[in-house]
């Protein structure tokens, strides 16, 4: 009988790793976990946590001009961006101390330092041999920045967290979900900001109609869309500004430029190549629905396989692996029907199907939709608009889809993806009582069919 140093040895101590590692080791099973950097992982450290609370940031001056409309008089004011990034820092130390707390209350060894695969059985950290029965690789993802004239002078989202200090004009480069955010956070905390996209549709991957109305809504805002549009070479002028010559033969000057155009599995360095790990085209890891990979004692979950990215997926794909390996073995999961939100300016929130992926599946369709002011917003004088959509399929009369851009969206959505999750029809929703005055009840009182696909 073979002997090793642990049942469970785990590269990686994001949230779905930090879980897995927790709950493991709670069987009973002896488990250590592997960190190069910082506990808590992307979402911890340099994505949704840190992301948010500077979101909540840029919505201050907004805020103080919306308050005189309610009789608020607001005095002087000003923005001081190191006071945001030491108190950031400040709440991101105090979250790894608890993963770091967490881990080791559930009796799991941290070792610090970069793990690399050995064999089927072995990791090395810093020259050390350790083995496993088990190996579970959770190590996600990292920002990815094409390579051109200049692009040693932008940075990525991950940088963006530890800017010396806040630039008067930023460029952001990219049309998906962390380039819109970023661009909103700038725009907020009063930079002059451009969003340059090589696409002629922000969020092309959403709701059409939904990430249309965003789009629209930042512009409002004071945000520069450029679409189509592409980055050719960015050079540094003598006053240390960044210049961005376009491909439609304009120029932009910046005092930052951040690219925001993708990411990539974080599979380099690792060792998969010396044990045969199966790796796709994008270097994300092929495993199984029992996240096993083509080597069958190494397992992998979270962003390094290519599932949706987010932070809530790795987790319960952890507790899956868990109940699978450790447990009864009964956990299963699936990915549709996730909600997620974007935290743009306003707020996106979704589950379900995009009208448009329900028409791809053939899928006959109503369309629920209701555009407003806000109630706030009939004092506040603010311009900014609310946009609820609901998809149901016309046959089974299903609500297959929900999405929502405006103030809370994500706080909204969550509630009604549990009733999406279940298949509710629309006159279950319709039967619903709503809370009045707010938003959310707009979903359950949208009576009449936009129009239908």
């Known amino acids: 009988m073979t ?32 960190e190069e950097k910082h506990l808590g992982g992307t979402c911890v450290n340099v994505g949704c946590v840190p992301k948010k609370l500077m979101v909540f940031a840029s919505h201050f001056a907004e805020d103080f001009e919306d308050a005189a409309g309610f009789g608020w008089t607001v005095g002087e004011r000003q923005f001081n961006w ?220 979270g962003d390094v396989i290519g599932t949706p990215e987010l932070t809530p997926v790795a987790t319960a794909q952890a507790m899956v692996f868990v109940s699978q390996q450790y447990g009864d073995g009964e956990r299963t999961i699936t990915y549709d029907n996730i909600p997620t939100a974007i935290f743009s300016q306003p707020n996106i929130g979704t589950v379900g199907l995009s009208e448009q992926a329900a028409v791809k599946e053939g899928m006959k369709i109503d369309v629920y939709q209701s555009e407003f002011r806000h109630l706030k917003h009939t004092l506040s004088g603010n311009e900014e608009r609310v946009l609820m959509r609901m998809i149901v399929e016309q046959g089974s009369q299903k609500v297959i889809g929900m999405h929502m851009a405006g103030p809370d969206a994500g706080e909204i959505i969550q509630g009604f993806a549990v009733a999406v999750k279940a298949g509710l029809t629309k006159s279950q929703y319709d039967a619903t009582i709503g809370i009045h005055p707010t938003a959310a009840e707009e979903f359950v009182t949208l009576r009449d069919i936009s129009y239908s696909v």
Do not use: W
């Not at 040895?9 to 009973?28: D, K, L, N, P, Q």
């Open 3 to 34: 002997t090793y140093d642990y049942d469970l040895f785990v590269i990686g101590a994001g949230s779905g790793g930090v879980r897995a590692a927790r709950m493991s080791a709670a069987t009973g099973v002896k488990v250590a976990i592997a």
């Open 82 to 301: 190191n006071t945001l990034i030491e108190n950031k820092n400040k709440e991101i130390e105090r979250l790894n101390g608890i993963y770091k707390r967490m881990l080791e209350n559930a009796g799991v060894d941290i070792v610090n330092g970069r793990a690399r695969l050995v064999s089927d059985h072995s990791v090395e950290v810093d020259g050390k041999i350790i083995t496993a029965e088990k190996i579970l690789v959770t190590v996600g993802g990292t920002p990815s920045v094409p390579e051109f004239p200049g692009s040693d002078l932008v940075i990525n989202s991950d940088q963006f967290f530890f800017l010396p200090e806040m630039p008067k004009t930023m460029v952001v480069v990219g049309g998906g979900y962390i380039a819109v955010e970023f661009a909103g956070i700038m725009n907020g905390l009063g930079v002059e900001t451009h969003l340059v996209y090589r696409g002629d549709k922000l969020l092309k991957h959403f709701d059409h109609a939904t990430s249309d109305f965003v789009a629209h809504e930042m512009q409002k805002k004071g945000i520069t869309i450029h679409y189509n549009t592409n980055v050719e070479h960015i050079e540094k002028l003598e006053n240390g500004r960044l210049q961005c010559k376009l491909d439609n033969g304009q120029s932009l000057t910046a005092g930052q430029v951040m690219y925001a155009t993708g990411r990539r599995s974080l599979t380099n360095d690792l060792g998969i190549e010396k044990v045969g790990l199966e790796t796709r085209d994008n270097a994300s890891i092929v495993a199984n629905d029992s996240f096993q990979t083509s080597v069958p004692s190494i397992f992998a979950l």
